[in-house]
C-alpha cells in the first residue's frame, strides 16, 4: 500500500509546506508547522477515487432569474450601509478588529434591536461568561432585548441546541478562534479547528436560512488570525478599524458578495456603547479661528461618502551635515517622500536640509491618491511660513512629471466641502464644476507652487 502524503499547516499564516521545518518560510514565524491530520489523502486515492461515486451535478445558464437576496436591516444605519443594506439571510459574515475596539459592542447593539424587532436572535461567547455579556449589556441598556444568549464553545453542542427548535435568523458567535469540533484533532484556535469550526457553521447557517457572524480575533499587523481559506469561505469579511486613543471607529467592508467594497460605516465610542456618526467630517476637522502655516482640508472619498480631513505639515530647518528625518502619520511614507521629489525636481524647492513631518488629523488614514495635491499645498506652506486661507481644500493627482492629474467624484468632493462652509477649492485644471466652490485649476505643479507662493 502506498505511503499517505502528509501536510504541515503553519499555524500564523495558514501556508502549507509538504514537510515540517522549525521557520515557516512565508511568515517566518518559528515553531508554528503543525501536521494537520485532516489532510492525508493516499496518492490511489488521489489519482482513482475522483471519477466514481459522485453524482451529477444540474448545470443552469447565465441568464436564468434570480430573485435578489432578503435583507435583515440592523437599524443601526453605518453598519447597515457597511453591508450594502443589512445582513442576508443564509449568509456568512467575519468582522475582525484589534481587541478593545468595540466588536462584540457593535454586534450585542445590532443583536439587541433586531430581537427588539421581533427576529430571534442567538448571541454564544466563547471569551466571556454569559453573565459577563448581561452585565455590558446593561450598561449599554441593553438588558431588557431578548436575545438568547449562551457560553459555549463546542460546535457539536451549539449545532444540536440551535437545531432542536427554529433556526433563529441572526447568530452570532464570538469569537471563531475559540470554537472547537470533536471532529478534528487539536487545539482551539488552530488551523484546522477554524476552518473545520467555521465550515459546520457556514453548512448549518446556509442550509437553515441564518445570518451568521463570526468574531476574528487579528495579528499584530491587523489581518485576520488564522488560515486565509477562512476569509473565502465567508460571504462578507468586514475590518474594524480605529485607534482606542481615538473616540472614532470605521467599519470597512474588505469583501462582500452580496454588495459593494467601498462604504464605511463611522462610530463614535462613547459610555453608552458605540453611536453612529452622520457626519464623519466633524471628527476630523480641528477649530480653525485663525490661519496657521502648513494645514489645509483635503476632501477625502470613503466609498460614496465624502469625508473632510485637515493634513498638516511642518518643516524644521537643520544645520548643515545632520541627516533630516521624514516622519509620517496616517499617510504612506513612499507617497511622501514622491511628493517632496517632485517638489524639488519640477517646482525648484528645497527639502534636503528639513525634517519634514506629516499627519492627519484625529488619527484618520487615508490611502486616496487625491490628496497628493493637499499634501503639496501643506509642505510649501510650511516651508514658506505662508498660511493657506481657511475656506480652502485641495484634492488632485501629482504625476512624477508634475502634472496635476484629474480624480473621480471631483463634484462630490466640492459639494462636501461647500455644505461645511468653505469656499475655494485647489483642483486639477480639467475638474468642471466647483459644486457651489469657487474653483481654481491647475495642470503643472509649478503653476500650483507659483499660486501658493504668489508669484504670478
Same mark, same amino acid.
Given at each position: ?127 466571556? *461568561? /454569559?453573565?459577563? !455579556? @448581561?452585565?455590558?449589556?446593561?450598561? +449599554? &441598556?441593553? #438588558?431588557? %432585548? $431578548?436575545?438568547? =444568549?449562551? *457560553? /459555549?464553545?463546542? !460546535? @457539536?453542542?451549539?449545532?444540536?441546541? +440551535? &437545531?432542536? #427548535?427554529? %433556526? $433563529?435568523?441572526? =447568530? ?285
Amino acid at each position: 500500500m502506498a505511503k499517505p502524503k502528509k501536510r504541515y499547516v503553519c499555524q500564523a499564516c495558514g501556508s502549507v509546506s509538504s514537510q515540517w521545518a522549525g521557520q515557516c518560510a512565508d511568515c517566518g514565524e518559528w515553531n508554528t508547522l503543525v501536521e494537520d491530520a485532516g489532510a492525508v489523502v493516499t496518492p490511489f486515492q488521489a489519482r482513482h477515487n475522483l471519477q466514481s461515486g459522485g453524482r451529477a451535478i444540474l448545470m443552469s445558464g447565465l441568464d436564468s432569474q434570480v430573485a435578489l437576496p432578503e435583507r435583515m436591516a440592523t437599524g443601526i444605519a453605518e453598519l447597515d450601509r457597511a453591508l450594502g443594506g443589512g445582513f442576508v439571510e443564509g449568509s456568512a459574515t467575519l468582522i475582525g478588529g484589534d481587541p478593545g475596539i468595540g466588536k462584540s459592542t457593535l454586534l450585542l447593539q445590532a443583536a439587541a434591536k433586531l430581537a427588539s424587532a421581533g427576529r430571534g436572535v442567538a448571541y454564544v461567547s466563547g471569551e466571556e *461568561a /454569559a453573565d459577563q !455579556v @448581561r452585565l455590558r449589556a446593561r450598561r +449599554l &441598556g441593553l #438588558g431588557q %432585548a $431578548p436575545v438568547q =444568549l449562551a *457560553a /459555549a464553545t463546542s !460546535v @457539536r453542542d451549539i449545532l444540536t441546541t +440551535l &437545531g432542536e #427548535g427554529s %433556526a $433563529p435568523d441572526l =447568530l452570532v458567535i464570538d469569537s471563531i478562534q475559540t470554537m472547537h469540533s470533536d471532529l478534528i484533532e487539536g487545539a482551539p484556535g488552530t488551523v484546522s479547528q477554524v476552518r473545520a469550526s467555521a465550515g459546520e457553521l457556514i453548512r448549518f447557517a446556509k442550509e437553515r436560512g441564518t445570518a451568521l457572524v463570526l468574531v476574528g480575533h487579528v495579528t499584530k499587523d491587523g489581518s485576520i488570525a488564522g488560515p486565509r481559506v477562512l476569509e473565502h469561505m465567508v460571504d462578507t469579511v468586514l475590518a474594524f478599524e480605529g485607534e482606542r486613543s481615538h473616540q472614532y471607529r470605521i467599519l470597512r467592508a474588505t469583501k462582500n458578495r452580496f454588495g459593494g467594497t467601498d462604504e464605511i460605516g463611522v462610530f463614535a465610542m462613547a459610555n453608552e456603547g458605540l453611536s453612529e456618526v452622520s457626519n464623519p467630517s466633524s471628527l476630523f476637522l480641528t477649530h480653525r479661528d485663525e490661519s496657521v502655516t502648513g494645514t489645509i482640508v483635503f476632501p477625502a472619498l470613503e466609498g460614496t461618502r465624502p469625508v473632510l480631513v485637515e493634513v498638516q505639515a511642518l518643516t524644521v530647518r537643520l544645520a548643515s551635515g545632520a541627516t533630516p528625518r521624514r516622519a509620517v502619520v496616517g499617510w504612506d511614507s513612499g507617497r511622501l517622500a514622491m511628493i517632496l521629489a517632485v517638489l524639488e525636481a519640477r517646482c525648484g524647492l528645497s527639502f534636503s536640509a528639513c525634517e519634514v513631518y506629516l499627519n492627519i488629523a484625529g488619527g484618520y488614514r487615508v490611502q486616496d491618491p487625491a490628496a497628493d495635491l493637499a499634501v503639496a499645498a501643506a509642505l510649501v506652506s510650511a516651508l514658506a511660513e505662508r498660511p493657506m486661507a481657511a475656506d480652502c481644500v485641495a484634492f488632485g493627482e501629482i504625476a512624477l512629471s508634475g502634472e496635476i492629474r484629474p480624480v473621480a467624484h471631483g463634484n462630490l468632493r466640492c459639494r462636501e466641502a461647500a455644505k461645511l462652509g468653505f469656499g475655494r477649492a485647489l483642483a486639477p485644471a480639467s475638474q468642471g464644476e466647483g459644486g457651489g466652490l469657487e474653483l481654481a485649476g491647475f495642470r503643472t505643479l509649478g503653476a500650483f507652487v507659483d499660486h501658493l507662493l504668489g508669484r504670478g
